[in-house]
Structures are given as C-alpha cells and as structure tokens.
C-alpha cells in the first residue's frame, strides 16, 4: 500500500495587505520619478510595463483603489527605494541625490552612462546592478517582499 505525502503549500497572503504594500510601493515609485525627474518613458522602463499600464497605475494610486503588484514589480521599486534613500543620505539633499542619478559615471557597470540611463536600458539587471553599485548591497530578496517593505520603514 502507497504512502501518500501530505503536501503544504504556503499560505496564501491576504489580499488587503497585498494591496496595502502595492499602494505602499506605488506611491513610493511615483515619488522617487518626481524626486529624479523621470519623464513617462524613463518611468515605464524603470517599472517594467507599458505607459497605458504605467498610466492606469498612476490613476489607482490617487483613487487609493490598486490591484496587487507582481513581486517583480515590488522587486524593481524596492531597489529603486534602496538606491533612493542612500543616495538622500550621502548627499543630504534630494536635489543633489538627483544630480548624482543623472550624471554620468565612469567604470562597470555604468561605462560613461548615468545610473538612470542604465538601469532604463538593462531593465531589472539594470537596476540591480546599479542597486549593488551604488549601495554596496542588494535587499534580502529571500525574504517575502511584504516584509523587505517593513523593513524599510522601520529603518526610515
């Protein structure tokens, strides 16, 4: 007689925190463009998704009503989050943390490009590299992203 396994599968997470944390991250991904001065293409690379998705998302975040985003997407903006807040604090101002995005850089992985150009043009690579580039590190993406979420705002 066969035994069988019981088999466990992860919980599924609760769709109202999920749409808490997409809200959280959305919002958090529109002020980071505002702050860096991204135009719509450079804010459709930076995220993953076409203008009209970029569009309809910008629409969910000022109505408060999102659909939960994919844990790529919530990958993208939480290095872009990381790459914010340390390039905030090294220069102590967000104009200057704009200016270092925007200037070009010599060496791997930029080779005479800016970071915000890289990270357009490589995509998610892009904007890991980048992420390790100028923060040293990456977030612990091990770790459910709900949680890497908290994290940053328990350390802000």
């Known amino acids: 007689m ?4 019981p088999t466990r599968t992860p919980p599924e997470p609760k769709v ?7 809200l959280m991250a959305a919002r958090a ?14 804010l ?13 998302l910008r629409k969910q975040v000022e109505e408060e009503s999102i659909t939960p985003l994919d844990r790529r997407t919530l990958i993208r903006i939480r290095c872009l989050v ?18 270092d995005m ?18 357009v043009r490589q995509g998610l690579k892009g904007i890991v590299e980048t992420t ?16 890497l979420f908290n994290q940053s705002e328990a350390q802000a």
Request: glycine residues 10%; charged residues 20%.
């Open 2 to 5: 066969a035994t069988t396994i």
């Open 44 to 56: 459709t690379a930076l995220i993953g998704v076409g203008l009209i998705q970029l569009l309809s």
């Open 132 to 147: 390790r580039a100028v923060t040293g590190g990456l977030p612990d993406l091990k770790t459910p992203v709900t949680e």
């Open 102 to 119: 925007r200037a070009s850089r010599g060496g791997l992985p930029f080779m005479g490009q800016t970071p915000i150009q890289y990270m």
């Open 82 to 99: 990381m790459l914010y807040k340390e390039t905030a604090h090294r220069h102590g101002s967000i104009a200057l943390a704009r200016n």
């Open 16 to 22: 109202e925190h999920n749409k808490n944390v997409s």
């Open 29 to 42: 991904f529109f002020r980071i463009g505002k702050d860096w001065q991204c135009n719509e293409s450079e």
